[in-house]
């Protein structure tokens, strides 16, 4: 496991890891739908959690300038 510690700000969503990619597109989709942009320079987060029944939750973290 690795720690970081960042001060970036991020948009998120969470979902079943079997649905990363579309996980990742509707986040996009929706950042821009906002008006956000990405920060290309920082690093994209994902955290895994484990859930009930061997299935597996991603939580997304998308680098954003505010």
Known sequence: MDYI???QDYVTTRGQINN???L???LLKWADEQG???DLESHIIE???PME???EEVEI???IYI
């Open 53 to 55: 029944n061997g299935v």
């Open 61 to 63: 973290y998308l680098p």
């Open 24 to 26: 990742h597109n509707i």
């Open 47 to 49: 955290t895994f959690h």
């Open 36 to 38: 956000y942009k990405r």
């Open 20 to 22: 990363i990619g579309t």
């Open 5 to 7: 510690e960042t001060t």
